[in-house]
Structure formats: C-alpha cells, structure tokens
C-alpha cells in the first residue's frame, strides 16, 4: 500500500535557524515527488521532484530526493516568522494521476 | 484564469442530509481528485479521476460518491452525511506536474 510519512509532526524554532523536514514514502510505481506550503487556506507548490539527487532550491528553500532510501528533506535556512506553516509532501504515482500526501508538519518560527 | 473553483465555501447539514460539493477546473487538467483535511492528518485522498467518465478510490472513499462526466467537473457527493465527515474539504487537479487546489469547502455536520 502506498504511504507518505513526514517527520517531525511539528517544530518550534527561532528566527534565523536552519530547519530539516523529512518525507519517506513507499510506493509500486514511483513518479514523482511534491512539496507544498500550506497557511491559513490552500496548499501552495513548492517543489517536485523526480530523480535522485538533484537538488532544488528557490531562495532560502531547498529539496532533495533520495529515490533509493526512498526519502526526501526539505531544508528552510534563516527562517523567518512567515515561514510558519504547515508542510506537506505528496507522492504521486504511475499513470493514475494517484496523489497522496503525508500527515504534514507543523512549523512554527518564533520571533 | 480561474484555476480550481470549489463550492460552496462553507456548508452545515445535519446528519442524514445529503449534498454535493462542486469542484471546476478551466486547465484542461487530466487528473482530478478529492482530499479531506482533518487536524494533525494533513490530507486524505477519498477518490481521484485520471479522465472524464474514469474514476477511483482513494484512502477514505467510504460514505462518498463521485463522477466525472466532463473534464472541468468532479463533484463529490454525501448520500447522508455522518458527524465524521466534518472536515475541510479540498479539490485538486493536475496534468502531469504540481497539483492546483481549490480554496476548500468547510463542511459541518451535526
């Protein structure tokens, strides 16, 4: 059965620290891997990722995927207050469209 | 361009009701699905369609009905809503990348 699961669930930090969420899925027909930012209302795209080992980055953002240990991290350097979030990974899979996400974790950045 | 349109925006019923959410998307998308957010479960797929008049379960399907008789439209039905199908509601589509979401559908039951 496929499955998405993320660590920690939630994480209390400070201004300027540098964060580490972690996703780990198993799935029959890997295609893709997604991260999404979610505030008050709809999730947000972040990042999707495909093969091993390319790194994506946009700004303070960035993300990896390790398609043998079948993990990925999404790493948030200097952190700010409007990063506080909940943060979701999805995996989706073979030609069914299949989307699924893990439980989320909860960021919280404190002034 | 609208992107996924979800209506209505909030919805009370009392239990036994039924009703249908509306999902529109004006992208041309192949892939469609449904999700429901509770506390600390981030999302739940409960059905998804990869084209029009094909459709799935997911990870919560029960107590739920869908069709997609047209590619911009996935309704998702409540034959009689339970107090356990109180959540957040949210309606996705896709083509082969990201995923665009709806603005969800809080759902009430009591």
């Known amino acids: 059965e496929d499955k998405v699961v993320q660590s920690p669930l939630s994480l209390v930090v400070h201004e300027g620290d540098t964060v580490t969420l972690n996703c780990s899925y198993e799935?029959?027909?890997?295609?893709?891997l997604l991260w999404y930012k979610q505030e008050k209302k709809a999730p947000t795209f972040l990042f999707m990722l495909?093969?091993?080992?390319i790194e994506k980055k946009s700004g303070r953002l960035s993300s990896i995927l390790d398609k043998k240990e079948l993990f990925s991290i999404l790493n948030i350097t200097a952190t700010q207050t409007g990063d506080s979030a909940v943060y979701l990974c999805?995996?989706?899979?073979?030609?069914?469209?299949?989307?699924?996400f893990g439980q989320g974790t909860t960021l919280q950045v404190k002034p | 361009n609208a992107g996924v349109t979800q209506t209505p925006k909030f919805q009370v019923l009392k239990t036994g009701q039924s009703m249908t959410l509306q999902c529109a998307q004006d992208?041309?998308?192949?892939?469609m699905s449904w999700y429901r957010q509770d506390p600390g479960m981030g999302l739940r797929l409960i059905h998804y369609?990869?084209?029009?008049?094909?459709?799935d379960q997911g990870e919560v399907p029960n107590g739920y009905n869908v069709s997609r008789s047209t590619t911009e439209d996935f309704p998702l039905r409540l034959l009689s809503a339970a107090p356990s199908q109180t959540s957040v509601y949210f309606c996705?589509?896709?083509?082969?990348?990201?995923?665009?979401f709806g603005q969800g559908t809080r759902l009430t039951v009591v």
């Open positions: 369609s990869v084209g029009a008049g094909i459709t």
């Open positions: 495909t093969s091993s080992g």
């Open positions: 996705a589509s896709r083509r082969r990348t990201e995923a665009f």
């Open positions: 799935v029959t027909n890997f295609r893709s």
């Open positions: 992208m041309n998308h192949e892939y």
């Open positions: 999805g995996q989706g899979s073979g030609n069914t469209g299949k989307l699924i």
